[in-house]
């Protein structure tokens, strides 16, 4: 009996508390669309991201070793039986080799970063990525570098292969970069080949989209897309992705074409934000 | 401990590990949403009232890690977090299947409610896409992780009723 009054309680409802969450989550909705980027719920924001810091570190660092070991593993296959016999005698150098190996990687992507930072003659800062998207939908990193460094809102982002993406929240010590993958990104592109222009967005399922290209102007597989420059938001001339599948439907207005970063964004490691680059930053996400 | 206090720390651990670990948990990139595992149970254990306040908390919280406009989770997982309370709570049946199917149906809900709001606030432009490629994988995903975590997050959560599986919540 007192188990039947027990789960009664439990399970009454109070549909006014519904009604008020649902209000109150309206109301911050709301807020949030109306106060600026220095409001009060941006400020909590950006506390956020400032104490997710330590955590998204740690957690590179815990899984760090599970991924290195799944690896090794992988590895193994090939010549199990050299390790076995082997196995003592080799650990000490495989972990230094590993560590030299991990080094020299390293130092190639950093060296691949400054040349292309060198190239397209931009002032950088270098960065670590700390966080990796903490969200299906939302497609943002985390990194090491903020106001200290001189990183602020609106920096582009990139890396040895291209565009990486943008700025959208800085702290001190760390920032946040929106995707150029998220589905609220756009960036302004030109088809170098053809110099038409465009704007390519990202998407929840991965893939690049270019958008807002006419069937007569439609590039073909394999063409490069650069950023234009138009409104702003990114320098010109950085490479976004290259074009791997173009469609259209006859009643269709604009052509299907999807777009590859060249850049392995899901695996990324090191970037570089373009600081006091020539173009001015505006709104995230496309904007342009 | 009080019932709030311990709903309040596993949401802050649920924080916690929402970004330290789990977009390490990436299948497929669907990333593991452990907020919504604990409002589920949560909801499972304390029914709906519990369930709507902590889905509440839960969703802020959610917003708040991550990129975009704050509320629509907060919104949507008040709502399933009582939903769900409501019907754990009021619907009786032996064996697991019912709690796994109310999972899943939470699950799929939270999915759908949530690509509506961001859809209705213009920022889901691939929303009928979205429902085979994020969607129902995210759901998939969340209700065999609910099936594995459940037994040990309602022991933590209900102290003076522990139990040990699904069954024993039937």
Known sequence: ????????????????LLVGLVVAALILTTLWYREGDTGPLHAVRRGIVAVSQPFAIAGTVVTTPFRAIGGWLAGLGTSRSDYDAL???????KQRLAALEEAK?????????????????????GARVIGRPTDTRQRSILIDR??????????????????????VEVTPWSSRVLLITDADSGVAVLVERTRVN????????????????????????????????????????????EVTEVSAQQTDLFTSITVASRVDIDRIEEVLVIVGAAAASSEPGGGE | MSKALTAAIA????????????????????????????????????????????????????????????????????VVGYTTGMLSANLFAEGWLLPVTIVAVASLSAELAYGVVLAVLGLGATFWRDIVTVMIPSAIYHTVLAVLAYPWLARILRAERPMRSFRRLA
Not at chain 1, 87 to 93: K, P, R, V, Y
Not at chain 1, 105 to 125: C, G, M, P, S, Y
Not at chain 1, 219 to 240: A, E, F, M, N, R
């Open chain 2, 11 to 78: 949401l802050l651990v649920a924080a916690i590990l929402q970004v330290s670990l789990a977009p390490h948990l990436a299948v497929f990139g669907v990333v593991p949403n452990l907020f919504f595992l604990v409002v589920v149970t949560l909801a499972f254990v304390e029914g709906p009232v519990a369930g709507g306040v902590s889905g509440f908390v839960g969703g802020l919280l959610f917003d708040l890690i991550g990129t975009s406009v704050m509320g629509p989770y907060a919104l949507v997982l008040s």
């Open chain 1, 146 to 167: 903020g106001t200290g460094s001189g990183v602020k809102t609106g920096d582009a982002v990139i890396a040895a292969g291209g565009l990486v993406g943008q700025v």
């Open chain 1, 87 to 93: 196995e003592a005698q080799n650990l000490d150098l």
């Open chain 1, 198 to 241: 465009g704007i390519v967005r990202g998407s929840i399922q991965g893939p690049l989209h270019l958008e807002f290209v006419g069937k007569s102007a439609a590039p073909v597989i394999g063409d490069v897309l650069l950023t234009s420059g138009l409104g702003g938001v990114y320098p010109k001339d950085i490479v976004v992705g």
């Open chain 1, 105 to 125: 990687l390293e130092n190639e992507r950093i060296r691949a970063l400054v040349d292309f930072a060198d190239t397209q003659n931009l002032k950088t800062v």
């Open chain 1, 1 to 16: 009996m007192k188990r039947l009054e027990i789960d009664t309680r439990r399970g009454a409802g109070r549909p006014l």
